[in-house]
């Protein structure tokens, strides 16, 4: 009795109304943002996350596809630590991350030409990024044309007597791998000018401008402001392209297919090689997870670094 006495009691008022209201409208809003990102997630559980999954135990196995699976432990492991071939891929693939340097400098020097209030930069802004929405295939066989012997760079040199004879860019184990870098520079540096055009537009005009009234010239403005405020642009795209550059694929595939002489072979290529050409996927499974360990390191150190870097200048 007393109990409904109380009850009948309760009034509500509109203190203790809103935050039951507002709870309300957050998780509706909170499942309505799932709902929406459900299909995305589904598919990303069954072809990335999953396969992932699945490697970590294949990667103890010797499974073909052909014959019985058996546990090996650490066999394939140790058969990929004592195989040349795994550590000229793994080479390959860590040399490939000497393009991001050269990638974020030559992207910032762009994302700050085409900052500028000129007539008709747009039109720049947009042949810039062409490369980055073309399928890297499509830019692979573009580029292989013009690398070719009676292409149009042996043909310019040629011509203005720099050489004597033809430069196999893709033949050559001298030129191969850099000729592939070349590709990937040139592909990715329309997609960081844009993030970095994103962060120059960010920083307040007033800023600079209180630079130049208290005497500081372009350089020091640029040094002293604009680079230290883009530095989480720099340390995103940079953590961005070096997941890529380990991960590279498509441009070795489509160009040179790991040749001439393995000079070109990268992690990536070495492991789909081991699974679809020898059908050995539990071999290839062990060298796929050396590298995602390898990945993870990477990303972590420059994750660490940069959200280091964040804090300080916040």
Partial sequence: MARTSAASSYIPTENNVKPVKKMNKKLRMSFI???FMAPA???????????????????????????????????????????EEFWIAMKNSALFVACVPVLQFLSILLAVV????????????????????????????MWSFIFNQDGIINSLLLDMGIINSPIYFLADTKYALFSLMFVTIWQGLGYY??????????????????????????????????LPMLQPYIWFCTLFSVLSALGVFDVVFAMTKGGPDGSTMVMNLYTYKKAFSSFEFGYSAAAGLVMSVI????????????RKGGSDNG
């Fill in 295 to 306: 990945t993870t390191l990477f990303s972590l150190l420059i994750f660490i670094y940069g």
């Fill in 41 to 83: 997630l589904i598919l990303v559980s069954i072809f990335v996350i999953y396969p992932i999954v699945y490697s970590i135990p294949l990667a103890f196995t010797d499974y073909s596809a052909i014959g019985d699976t058996h546990y090996v432990g650490f066999d394939n492991f140790n058969r990929a630590f004592q195989d």
């Fill in 114 to 141: 085409v900052n500028t209030k000129l007539k008709g930069i747009v039109f720049f802004r947009v042949m810039y990024y062409i490369p980055v929405i073309t399928s890297m295939i499509a830019i692979s066989i």
């Fill in 33 to 35: 943002s799932y709902l």
């Fill in 193 to 226: 000018m844009m993030l970095y055009l994103a962060g120059l537009q960010s920083i307040p005009a007033e800023l600079l401008e209180s630079a130049m009234i208290d005497g500081a010239n372009k350089r020091v403005a640029f040094f002293k402001i604009t």
